[in-house]
């Protein structure tokens, strides 16, 4: 038996009378129904296989979804509550999803489940006919900060933007406000301010180093289990960087709070080799999976006076203003399932093997995407900027991108990943959630990060991420003809000639090819 398992079995508790509750993958924290007296709650978890396996999700993403899972199953029952923890079996053919077979084996052990609404999407899909005939019964999820009737208010039609939902959310939560209404500093929002560059040499301050966690036996079971089953899955696995028990989540919130936020605002959009995460939290794996609560890092945020106001309301505006946003979007298109448009996210080119780690010559590409095979996350400007930016740029599917992201990064489900990379980090399905594309040439890059220095190419001369942008806009300028935010670079990528798209086609068709773009392979092209 293994280790996991011995240990839940000793603690094992008296199964009835409880309330039994069923919980998924990403409700690991006591919360709403998980907060329910120990000695009357009864939790069923399921480990599923099949899930693991269905997307080629990074080794991180697995061993701490995985071992998070596993330790909160041994923390609840060291609580007084009584885990029955099961693994689903294979699927066979006609039988059906293995999830429900075995949450239908477990209400009839127990009678019928509660469940906090899921999160993800494709969990619903799932669990649709449990729900459907009473063995699972949804009540409302207790981690989110706002409520559908919020976003309604703010935004009540598409197109959504996230300034006004984000206000209307201050306004309801009386958050950095002034006794009069008005935002605390006189602004709703402190991001102008929050656009400096990042250099170790410019006596700016040093960037946080994130801390390493003691693996236990119950984690390196895991590392184990994922080193055997899930081999070919991408990406390296490294134990010790997954805060996976309570205490270590804990003790990466205190990290994030002591360490990173003082100067998470005016460097929020830098990017530099040095340091990967400069002074982002981190905190998004365990935010999505509850092992540590919104409520609690938007309270704690807010408490800490002493971090100036720029990296608070900044915080602040991305805990309860964008990650909210962006679930409400989800839920009110159904993953942009009804917004017009969206069969057109599906189309365009193949990811190409770049974005699994071949190099392409494009140094700001190679950095971020070995980054992210290394730890599975990389921070929001680089996903943006650059893996986003350039996916774009070089016409590749809306959807495909958006897979690659949901598989490559430890804090990705799809009720987060569709609308950042479908929605704003694509422009995949228009402006339903943001008013402009986020596509930029090689000025952005060179400015935000060092990333320019180790490449062949020169950033505003040889580098082709420039003249690719402009092809782009040539390309979808009829589309773009009434947004006023693009109206002026439309109106100059249309007097340009017709060189910015022969480089665009040479650059995507060698890294379509899996082969690196070299500036001698795009002499001739034109452009510039
Ligand atoms: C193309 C693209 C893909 C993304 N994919 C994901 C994803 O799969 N999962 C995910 O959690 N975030 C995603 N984001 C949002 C954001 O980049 C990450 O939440 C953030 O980089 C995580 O690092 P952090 O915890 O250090 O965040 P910090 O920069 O420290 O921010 C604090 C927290 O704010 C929240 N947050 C900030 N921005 C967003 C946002 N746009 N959407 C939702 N939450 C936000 C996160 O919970 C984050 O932990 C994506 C952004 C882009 C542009
Ligand atoms: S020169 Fe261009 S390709 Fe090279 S790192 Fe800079 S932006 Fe990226």
């Known amino acids: 038996m293994s280790i996991f398992r011995s240990r839940l079995r000793a603690l094992t508790r008296p199964p009835a009378p409880r309330r039994w509750v069923y919980v998924p993958y ?14 009357s709650l009864g939790i069923v978890m399921v480990e599923t296989p099949e899930k693991a396996a269905r997307r080629p999700y990074h080794a991180q993403k697995l061993a701490f979804v995985l071992a998070s899972g596993r330790h909160f199953a041994l923390e609840m029952a060291l609580r007084g509550v009584a885990v029955d923890h099961r693994v689903a079996p294979a699927p066979r053919e006609g039988e059906g999803s293995p999830l429900v077979a ?6 009839r052990d127990h009678g019928p489940l509660e469940v906090m609404r899921p999160a993800e999407r494709e969990l619903r899909e799932e669990l649709a006919p449990l729900f459907a005939d009473g063995t699972l019964c949804e009540r409302p ?9 919020d976003f309604a208010a703010a935004c009540p039609r598409a197109p959504f933007r996230m300034d006004a939902f984000y206000r209307h959310a201050r306004l309801r939560r009386g958050v950095l406000l002034e006794a009069d209404g008005t935002p605390t500093g006189g602004r709703w929002s402190f991001d102008a301010e929050n656009r400096r560059t990042w250099r170790p040499d410019l006596a700016h301050p040093p960037a946080p180093i994130p801390p390493c966690y003691a693996v236990d036996d119950v984690t390196e079971e895991v590392g184990a289990l994922i080193r055997a089953r899930y081999a070919a899955h991408p990406g390296t696995l490294d134990l010790s960087a997954l805060p996976v028990t309570a205490a270590q989540a804990e003790a990466h919130w205190g990290w994030a709070l002591d360490q990173a936020l003082p100067w998470f605002g005016p460097f929020e959009d830098a990017m530099h080799s040095a340091s990967s995460g400069l002074f982002h939290t981190r905190i998004a794996h365990l935010l999505n999976v509850h092992r540590v609560l919104p409520a609690r890092v938007l309270a704690d945020a807010l408490g800490r006076e002493a971090i100036p106001l720029a990296s608070r309301e900044g915080f602040v ?3 309860l203003g964008w990650r909210e946003f962006v679930h409400h979007v989800h839920e009110a298109t159904d993953g942009f399932r009804t917004t017009p448009g969206y069969a057109g996210a599906q189309r365009g080119d193949p990811l190409p093997p770049a974005y699994w780690g071949a190099p392409s010559g494009l140094s700001c590409l190679d950095h971020v995407v070995a980054q992210v095979l290394r730890e599975g996350w990389t921070h929001h400007i680089p996903r943006l900027m650059v893996l986003a930016n350039i996916g774009t740029l070089l016409g590749v599917s809306p959807r495909a991108l958006t897979d690659w992201f949901w598989a490559a990064f430890v804090d990705a489900y799809d009720w987060v990943v569709e609308p950042n990379v479908l929605a704003m980090g694509t422009f995949g399905v228009g402006e339903v959630m943001t008013t402009k594309p986020y596509i930029a040439g090689s000025a952005y890059i060179h400015r935000m990060s060092d990333h320019c220095k180790g490449c062949a190419f020169q950033p505003g001369r040889t580098c082709p991420i420039t003249p690719m942008y402009w092809a782009w806009l040539q390309e979808h300028a009829d589309a773009l003809a009434r947004n006023p935010r693009v109206a002026g670079p439309v109106a100059a990528a249309r007097k340009r000639g017709d060189g910015d798209a022969r480089i665009a086609r040479r650059v995507r068709s060698l890294l379509a090819a899996g082969q690196r773009v070299t500036p001698e392979a795009l002499i001739g092209e034109g452009g510039g």
């Open 102 to 107: 075995t949450l239908r084996a477990a209400a």
């Open 317 to 319: 505006r991305q805990v």
């Open 141 to 149: 999820h207790a981690g989110w900060l706002t409520t559908r009737e």
């Open 26 to 39: 990403d409700q690991l924290g006591v919360f709403g129904l998980l907060a329910t007296p120990p000695e």
